[in-house]
Nanobody, 118 residues
Framework: QVQLVESGGGLVQPGGSLTLSCVAS????????MAWVRQARGKQLESVAV???????YYLDSVKGRFTISRDNAKNTLYLQMNSLEPEDTAVYYC????????????WGRGTLVTVSS
């Protein structure tokens, strides 16, 4: 059973930066896509950034140019660099190993809270 553990959340002022990390307990097979998914209070889950199996990234329109997703396979770690943070980015951010088509089990971390406020 793969375990994903996020870290790096916290309180930051608007315009500030944070880097989230997600460490996997073991190497994630290449069939998985790795994603950061967030949920703001009272809102639905939304995919913020995804690394496709091809290696190409996908970003939610509202974070394009501000967020960067990356992974270090040697460290079994996924990152999300977040710059120019806005109050609307306030949410719990989850790391997800997603199996396209649901062929395999998806894995989720427990989340890390990001609060953007002055």
């Amino acid at each position: 059973q793969v375990q994903l553990v996020e870290s790096g959340g916290g309180l930051v002022q608007p315009g500030g930066s944070l880097t989230l990390s997600c460490v996997a307990s073991e190497s994630i097979p290449g069939v998985y896509e790795m994603a950061w998914v967030r949920q703001a209070r009272g809102k639905q889950l939304e995919s913020v950034a995804v690394i496709r199996r091809s290696g190409r990234p996908y970003y939610l329109d509202s974070v394009k140019g501000r967020f960067t997703i990356s992974r270090d396979n040697a460290k079994n770690t996924l990152y999300l660099q977040m710059n120019s943070l806005e109050p609307e980015d306030t949410a719990v951010y989850y790391c997800k190993a997603d199996s396209p088509g649901g062929v395999l089990q998806d894995y989720w971390g427990r989340g890390t809270l990001v609060t953007v406020s002055s």
